[in-house]
């Protein structure tokens, strides 16, 4: 249960804090991926498709160049490391596999709806008691200063991939 944070300025230190800001990601690609299991239009799925691919890619850079060393660095936890890397390669090779085809491809749902399961198991590993996330708030990590760090890295790809 999180603890009410005090109301001055925590607004501005949330919104720059690095845990929370890949927190926020999980949560958006998770409504999209909900959103692609329950769509009948092929359209809109590959419209979905697409916004999740994007997200996870920049997502999956902004934690591989940025929060993990910091994570390696501040907590020397190779175990908890090298399992993130080994689940991102895989999630980056069904990424690229949707990314070539199209719902008229007869696997393409079946490739999102992998993609969503090893997504979920990623986000768990982070996420729960003992993962990645909890033990970087106890460690001496400035999670601030990361998130810093990794807001003008994403703003600096999206940017990017919209003039790609
Ligand atoms: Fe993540």
């Known amino acids: 249960m ?6 001055s300025s925590s607004r501005a230190k949330r919104a720059t804090d690095a845990v929370a800001m890949l927190k926020a990601d ?3 690609v998770e409504g999209w991926f909900a959103q692609f299991s329950k769509s009948r239009s092929d359209s809109k799925k590959q ?7 994007a997200a996870l890619t920049v997502h999956t850079a ?4 940025i929060f993990y ?3 390696l660095a501040a907590t020397a936890d190779k ?6 890397i080994v689940e991102h390669d895989g999630a980056k090779k069904l990424i690229a596999q949707i990314g070539a085809t199209t719902p008229a491809d007869e696997y393409f ?3 999102v709806t992998v993609l969503s399961e090893m997504i979920k198991h990623h986000v768990k590993e982070e996420e729960q008691r003992g993962g990645m996330f909890s033990e970087a708030k106890k460690s001496k990590m400035d999670l601030e200063a990361l998130g810093e760090q990794m807001l003008t890295r994403k703003r600096a790809l ?6 790609a």
């Open 26 to 28: 999980h949560r958006q």
């Open 62 to 65: 902004l934690e591989e160049e």
């Open 79 to 84: 175990d908890l490391h090298h399992e993130a």
């Open 2 to 7: 999180a603890a009410k944070k005090p109301r």
């Open 69 to 71: 060393p910091a994570f």
């Open 109 to 111: 749902d079946a490739k």
């Open 47 to 53: 419209a979905l498709a697409a916004q999740i691919c």
């Open 158 to 163: 999206q940017t990017g991939r919209q003039a």
